[in-house]
């Protein structure tokens, strides 16, 4: 049976001050993988994850969300961004940050209730963190922010999972804690994309994997196209996928 298409990209062209940074990129990820997207630093994984999510304008192309624009299916996606991009010194608990992940759901009127609240400390409980609801978020290290902003992710409900970078900075607990979780999202039917660094772990953690430098250089199972011919196309460096692993 033919595998549904979550995301379908089409000519997707972005730039920065007239330099692309994404070129011609055609994508499509199927519902219910875990994929990883790499390649090197100024590659445009992060401008791809934002060009779909609509954060970022495209100079061309187009990007839907099982068929439809993102803004219609805003609702069936949840994003974790990179670390980097978050004040973490926001006054506030990591049980409000949880919360904000029902607000999409309820509208601009209506405001968490009891079930909302449930929610998020049963998604506080998934990733270890229910004993730190009420801590404030800027007290937490950065292994344990990011397990209360995947939280913030599950509270959500999503059909599709975006994560920049979520092992970025986090320690080898964590690490196993978090690809555990992606992995049971993957088993429950979820589609889950990563902008992912680590080489060496491809292979363990994912079963989807797209390489990028600008264009789009490969993309397929992990099994089928992680090897060393794609590496080197990628990195523009003799890889030997020994070394990966």
């Not at 060009?51 to 803004?71: H, M, W």
């Not at 080489?199 to 797209?210: A, G, I, K, R, S």
């Amino acid at each position: 049976m033919e595998q549904k298409i979550a995301i379908a990209i089409d000519d997707l062209t972005v730039a920065y001050n007239y330099k692309p940074v994404l070129w011609d990129i055609d994508l499509q990820i199927p519902e219910g993988v875990l994929m990883a997207i790499v390649g090197p630093n100024g590659a445009g994984k992060s401008t791809l994850l934002k060009s779909i999510l609509d954060i970022i304008k495209p100079l061309a192309g187009s990007v839907t969300v099982y068929g439809k624009p993102y803004k219609k299916q805003r609702h069936l996606v949840a994003y974790v961004p990179q670390k980097g991009s978050v004040d973490w010194d926001f006054p506030t608990t990591a049980l409000d940050v949880v919360m904000m992940g029902t607000y999409g759901s309820l509208g601009w009127i209506k405001r968490p209730g009891k079930a909302e609240k449930k929610a998020a400390l049963e998604a506080l409980e998934k990733v270890g963190m229910l004993t730190f609801q009420n801590r404030q978020i800027s007290q937490l290290s950065g292994g344990q922010q990011q397990r209360i902003f995947l939280a913030r992710a599950l509270v959500q409900n999503a059909a599709i999972y975006f994560m920049d970078e979520p092992f970025q900075g986090v320690d080898a607990t964590t690490e196993k804690a978090i690809i555990q979780i992606l992995k049971e999202l993957r088993k429950a039917g979820k589609t889950v994309i990563v902008v992912h660094h680590d080489l060496q772990t491809v292979p363990e953690y994912f079963d989807w994997v797209t390489f990028l430098n600008v264009k789009k250089i490969a993309t397929g199972p992990v099994a089928q196209i992680f090897n060393d011919d794609n590496l080197t196309k990628t990195y523009g460096i003799n890889y030997k996928t020994s070394i990966v692993e």
